[in-house]
């Protein structure tokens, strides 16, 4: 089955600093990755995807992702935090007819 | 485009009560819906597999008969918690993908898109 690892429970950094959010993935065959993120008692947004192509991915709200397969990662980026990016993200893969989710990671954007 | 629409976002409702939840893809046709239970910091857990004009197919260890599925339309799926306990509270959310079916080309590659969720409080 497919999966994802999201090593970090939480990540703080200041506004204006650059920001990642690390996720690793175990597939069989071709990985299909996207990125989520959901802020307080609301669904979940899609920011970006990974299916074929360059390995780096630009998506919403200036976020990007890079693709690197040799360490089966997917990190989620962005060159300058704000502090309304501070929400909790989610690595997902395309698993079969649904999609399997890692535990999130807490952003925290301090001013 | 692919707005999902959850409905109630937030609902209180005392022990022994059966609460319905709606999830309408607005813009789309959805021939499959997934539901989503959320515990307080923790991740996303399929609950079930909503299939238009046939049985919800649920995880393993999810009551099929307290988390009732109905997938009546191409926008339309419901749970209903049945004979709802304090345990049951929880956030619930519905999420749906555009495509003509879970193994289409189209639908495969496409994100799902997300309800807002309904905050489940039962007394």
């Known amino acids: 089955a497919q999966s994802v690892a999201q090593p970090e429970d939480q990540v703080n950094v200041a506004e204006g600093n650059p920001l990642t959010v690390k996720c690793t993935y175990s597939v069989s065959g071709n990985p299909y990755l996207f990125w989520y993120v959901q802020y307080p008692n609301r669904g979940l947004q899609f920011l970006l995807k990974?299916?074929?192509?360059?390995?780096l991915v630009k998506g919403s709200y200036g976020f990007e992702a890079e693709f690197n397969k040799s360490q089966t990662s997917f990190h989620l980026k962005k060159p300058s935090a704000l502090v309304s990016d501070s929400a909790l993200y989610f690595c997902a893969v395309r698993d079969s007819s649904d999609m399997r989710f890692g535990a999130g990671t807490r952003l925290t954007v301090k001013p | 485009g692919a707005v999902v629409s959850q409905h109630p976002s937030r609902v209180i409702c005392k022990s022994g009560t059966s609460v319905k939840i709606e999830c309408r893809s607005l813009d789309f046709q959805a021939t499959t819906m997934f539901w989503y239970r959320q515990f307080p910091k923790q991740s996303l857990m399929l609950m079930a597999t909503?299939?238009?004009?046939?049985?919800?197919?649920?995880e393993q260890g999810v009551e099929k008969d307290k988390f009732l599925i109905n997938h009546a339309s191409l926008t339309l799926s419901t749970l209903t918690v049945t004979s709802a306990h304090p345990e049951d509270s929880s956030f619930y959310i519905c999420?749906?993908?555009?495509?003509?079916?879970?193994?289409?080309?189209?639908?495969?590659?496409?994100?799902?898109?997300f309800g807002n969720g309904t905050r489940l409080t039962v007394t």
């Open positions: 990974y299916i074929t192509g360059d390995n």
């Open positions: 999420s749906a993908r555009p495509g003509q079916g879970p193994d289409s080309a189209s639908s495969y590659n496409s994100p799902l898109h």
């Open positions: 909503s299939n238009e004009g046939s049985k919800a197919t649920y």
